[in-house]
């Protein structure tokens, strides 16, 4: 399997947590294990200069185990390189957040709570982003009935 | 009705005050525009020059729903929107008008999915709906023709 400079540096200063990766066409990517994503990204942060943190999203690989996957991807600006970090995650299972590393992970966690139902623990305020409070499911799972109507919400007379 | 006797005292003119009353509200329509999307483009078009809406008596907007008579939904409204729409209208005041503007608003439109109203009449009474995606300034003009028509004939509240 490819890999570049980068990829084996990490390697050897976390071995024991990479799962997988690759550098097809520099797709710099490593898959870690879940249990350790605050350690490797703080270390990814602070030792490897990936100063930015540009999104996270999720894919639903419905029918598969473990059935989802976060990914987060990471810039460096010293550096100008890019790194994909993904973590497999099963339903139910929760990843640890990152917001003490990365204020934007905040929303970005959010969003992914909203869209894809997983939840990442010691989220500061762990509340939907895009869709309301009400809401039933989240919209982008791939068991999602695509014709699913939502209660639509009544004004609440508290509104501001 | 003090109006009744200054305008006609014990005349004929009684019984046309409800016409007079038509008259003069469908000529001076103060339009609120709630635009979220790109269907406003269309609103400009029809508030410009070009198709001038002020033909009509509609050309002022007025941007606080307190001073509006028209509710003009223009734009795709999604379910996070919803209860801000439903206020804006409890906020506007008697005679009022709503217009569904373009076909999200009428049904939602091409946004068959979890995020979007499937027609603002689902939270609001509708008086006009004008489809179309986004409909053209003569479909609009037709629609607030309609409108006037529908003002005329209404037992106007005094």
Redesign the interface.
Known sequence: MEQNEIIRSIREKISNDVLGYHSYRGDDTIIVRRESIFKIMKILKEEFHFEMLIDICAVDFFGQQPRFEVVYHLNSLSQKMRLRVKVPVDDGEEVESIVPLWQIADWLERETWDMMGIKFANHPDLRRLLMYEGFVGHALRKDYPINRRQPIIKPKHEYR | MEVDKVLAGDSFFTTRLNDVIGWSRKFSIFTYPFVTACCGMEYMSVSCSHYDIDRFGAGLPRFSPRQADLLMVVGTIS??L??VL??IY?QMTNPKWVVAFGVCTCTGGFY????T??GID??IPVDVYIPGCPPRPETVLDGLMKLQTKIQKEKQAV
């Open positions: 379910q996070k919803a209860p439903v206020r409890e068959d999915d979890y995020a109203v499937q689902t939270i």
